[in-house]
Each structure stands twice: as structure tokens, then as C-alpha cells.
T-cell receptor, first 113, second 110 residues
Framework: DTGVSQDPRHKITKRGQNVTFRCDPI?????LYWYRQTLGQGPEFLTY????????KSRLLSDRFSAERPKGSFSTLEIQRTEQGDSAMYLC???????????FGPGTRLTVL | QKEVEQNSGPLSVPEGAIASLNCTYS??????FFWYRQYSGKSPELIMS????GDKEDGRFTAQLNKASQYVSLLIRDSQPSDSATYLC??????????FGTGTSLTVIP
């Protein structure tokens, strides 16, 4: 499968715990995006990388959220001290710089108890 | 004002009819426009992209763009029950960040 992959697909955690998600983009894609989606809403932009550089981060993104893409390939999104309001689907997408069409991974569904 | 606005629906059409989905956007300088389909519990799946004014056809799907009116639409001809999903409009105003609408829920009635 050469599409975008995400791991884990589901995560249940207790409030206050830290969680980390992984995204593997389509291999030749140099842009990688993270989104959050709650029920009845469209995907909300969190941050994006071009290669290993994090170029933009949503102003709405709490300091508890951090993302990395250390070698310009896979990326991780960490949420520290999770809150119930963090419960959502976390989506990763990738694209080429020259063609801005994004392709989404299957998502990680986070439930904070 | 939201960057991208869509009628949340639900929109119901009979099987075989044309479904028309609409989207407006606020940034007049936007250059890239996308339609995604999202089944319940799944991630968005790209249907079409459009960059120039006018129509773009791909099978049963036609995207229409009118930059002067800041309006994008998606027509689905010969609608099938398998088309029942939420359709998301996305706009990329700056070449970096994408903005999505809240989606329109479509139900095709057999």
C-alpha cells in the first residue's frame, strides 16, 4: 500500500496522559499536514511541514500540541496532558509542493476519558 | 466570517437524479479548490480539484468554479446510493494552509 498511513488507528487515554501519533506520508510527498476533525465539522488545520521544516502552525493550537518530522519522512504529533476536549479524529495528509492536492490517511481516533 | 461556507444539509435526492452541492469562500485570491467525499467514520477521499473558472468533468462528477462570485459547486449526475456521504469543500488561499467547510450531508434514496 503506497498511501498515507497512520498509527494507531484508535487511542483511548485518561485525562492528563500524553499521547503520540505517527503518520507516514506517500513516499515522494514532501509536504505533510496534520488536521483535527470533530463530529459535524470539517478538518481543522493544525500544522504542516515541508520536508523537515515546520512552516506553519495554527494560532488555535495549544502549547500542549507538538509535531515533528525529523528526517522529512514520517511525522509524529504529541499531545501532552490530554483533556476531554482533545477527543477527535486526527488526520494526516500529504502532498507535493508543486501539486497541492492532498491525500489523507485513515486517521487516528482519540478518546480522552 | 468563515473561510469556507457550505450548506450542511442534509440533502436528499432520488437515485438517478442530479445532486448539486455548493460552496462559497471568502479569500478572493484563492487559487486552488477541492472536493472531498467522506463516509461516516472514514477519512476524506479526494474527488476533484479545480483551478480555473468554468467546468471540469470527471465521470459522473462536474466541478464548477466562478472566482468572480467566489463560488464552487459539485454536480453528481446519475446519483447512486453509494454516493451517500458528506461532501467537503476545501480551499487553499495561500498555497500553504487548506481551509475546509463543515461539509454537506448527501443521502441518495433508492
Amino acid at each position: 500500500d503506497t498511501g498515507v498511513s497512520q498509527d494507531p488507528r484508535h487511542k483511548i487515554t485518561k485525562r492528563g496522559q500524553n499521547v503520540t501519533f505517527r503518520c507516514d506520508p506517500i513516499s515522494e510527498h514532501n509536504r505533510l499536514y496534520w488536521y483535527r476533525q470533530t463530529l459535524g465539522q470539517g478538518p481543522e488545520f493544525l500544522t504542516y511541514f515541508q520536508n523537515e521544516a515546520q512552516l506553519e502552525k495554527s494560532r488555535l493550537l495549544s502549547d500542549r500540541f507538538s509535531a515533528e518530522r525529523p528526517k522529512g519522512s514520517f511525522s509524529t504529533l504529541e499531545i501532552q496532558r490530554t483533556e476531554q476536549g482533545d477527543s477527535a479524529m486526527y488526520l494526516c495528509a500529504s502532498s507535493l509542493v508543486v501539486v497541492d492536492t492532498q491525500y489523507f490517511g485513515p486517521g487516528t481516533r482519540l478518546t480522552v476519558l | 466570517q468563515k473561510e469556507v461556507e457550505q450548506n450542511s444539509g442534509p440533502l436528499s435526492v432520488p437515485e438517478g437524479a442530479i445532486a448539486s452541492l455548493n460552496c462559497t469562500y471568502s479569500d478572493r485570491g484563492s487559487q486552488s479548490f477541492f472536493w472531498y467525499r467522506q463516509y461516516s467514520g472514514k477519512s476524506p477521499e479526494l474527488i476533484m480539484s479545480i483551478y480555473s473558472n468554468g467546468d471540469k468533468e470527471d465521470g459522473r462528477f462536474t466541478a464548477q468554479l466562478n472566482k468572480a462570485s467566489q463560488y464552487v459547486s459539485l454536480l453528481i449526475r446519475d446519483s447512486q446510493p453509494s454516493d451517500s456521504a458528506t461532501y467537503l469543500c476545501a480551499v487553499n488561499p495561500t498555497g500553504n494552509q487548506f481551509y475546509f467547510g463543515t461539509g454537506t450531508s448527501l443521502t441518495v434514496i433508492p
